[in-house]
């Protein structure tokens, strides 16, 4: 099994700043993929960002150039630091893990942390 403890959101003004972490414990011992996806109220979730155990990134079109995915592997955290954020940016924010184990592969959520962003 494998627990998700997410932090970091808040409440931020328009082009204001936030950093969520979230991080890993119990059966981590092959974190694949990591990633940071939303869901706004009446919408379905979507994908934010996602970086691989290589350190290989990939970003929602909305968000390239104001939100970076980054992992700390010895920590089993991933991070997303959002800049310029917008009112359009508010939403429940859920860190998920792929996890390998043997031939298998095991998705994880976090319990999702929210952001709001006023204008």
């Known amino acids: 099994q494998v627990q998700l403890v997410e932090s970091g959101g808040g409440l931020v003004q328009a082009g204001g700043s936030l950093r969520l972490s979230c991080a890993a414990s119990?059966?981590?011992?092959?974190?694949?993929?990591m990633g940071w996806y939303r869901q706004a109220p009446g919408n379905q979730r979507e994908l934010v960002a996602t970086?691989?155990?290589?350190?290989?990134?990939n970003y929602a079109d909305s968000v390239k150039g104001r939100f970076t995915i980054s992992r700390d592997n010895a920590k089993n955290t991933v991070y997303l630091q959002m800049n310029s954020l917008k009112p359009e940016d508010t939403a429940v924010y859920y860190c998920?893990?792929?996890?390998?184990?043997?031939?298998?592969?095991?998705?994880?959520w976090g319990q999702g942390t929210q952001v709001t962003v006023s204008s």
């Open positions: 970086i691989t155990s290589g350190s290989i990134t």
């Open positions: 119990g059966s981590t011992a092959s974190i694949n993929v």
């Open positions: 998920k893990i792929v996890v390998s184990i043997g031939v298998r592969q095991y998705g994880y």
